[in-house]
């Protein structure tokens, strides 16, 4: 069975710390990875998006990291602000249909506090 | 920041009540989706669109329906609202290159 697991289920930092959100996929055959942000109220807005081929990418302060020998992915916040505080949710894609199937995790919470 | 928009964003409602959820986006992009997220659960896809009078039921089974009249324009009707359809959905749009959506803000129902 296609699915995402993601960890911690929600996580409380100090304003400028980093950390480290886990996602662990069994997709099969799999096509790309994102990692996308959601505020409390708002869709969600994609950070980034990794191929097979791709190990590492980054966006500004997020640096999400890809194994897909292991099928895990990682997505590192670096010095940590107020307003990165939201639900992260890793989003993988399969290339068993035209449409792309995505298949998504419930996300990790995030709050960071001053 | 996309542009892609829902209207209304709160909707609070009696059951049996017809209700249409609009979205719209002015970016040109021919597939659309609908979603419905519970909190602290994933996204779950109800509709999806390749383009013009094509639509499609996603994987989690809804009674609502839809309609694709236009290219910018894919809203979502439920013809007789219930407690169950509690709910908040969201709207997407992709483009062909990267597949990557790009998410409206949501609408959040709810039907007493």
């Known amino acids: 069975k296609n699915q995402v697991e993601q960890s911690p289920q929600s996580l409380i930092i100090l304003e400028g710390k980093n950390c480290t959100l886990q996602c662990n996929y069994t997709v099969s055959p799999f096509s790309n990875l994102r990692w996308y942000k959601q505020d409390t109220g708002r869709g969600p807005v994609s950070l980034t998006i990794?191929?097979?081929?791709?190990n590492t990418k980054s966006n500004g302060r997020y640096t999400a990291t890809l194994d897909a020998d292991t099928k895990q992915s990682s997505l590192h916040i670096t010095a940590s602000q107020l307003s990165d505080s939201a639900s992260y949710i890793c989003?993988?894609?399969?290339?068993?249909?035209?449409?792309?199937?995505?298949?998504f995790g419930r996300g990790t919470q995030l709050t960071v506090w001053p | 920041e996309a542009d892609i928009y829902q209207t209304p964003r709160y909707l609070v409602i009696g059951t049996g009540k017809k209700i249409t959820l609009e979205c719209s986006q002015t970016?040109?992009?021919?597939?659309m989706y609908w979603y419905q997220q519970d909190p602290g659960m994933e996204l779950h896809l109800i509709h999806y669109s390749y383009g013009v009078n094509s639509t499609e039921k996603g994987d989690l089974s809804s009674e609502s329906t839809v309609s694709r009249i236009r290219t910018e324009h894919f809203p979502l009707t439920l013809e007789s609202a219930r407690p169950s359809h509690t709910s908040q959905y969201l709207c997407?749009?992709?483009?062909?290159?990267?597949?990557?959506?790009?998410f409206g803000p949501g609408t959040r129902l709810t039907v007493l």
């Open positions: 990794m191929t097979f081929s791709e």
């Open positions: 997407a749009s992709s483009e062909g290159k990267t597949d990557t959506q790009y």
């Open positions: 989003v993988v894609s399969d290339r068993g249909s035209t449409l792309g199937r995505l298949y």
């Open positions: 970016m040109g992009h021919d597939k």
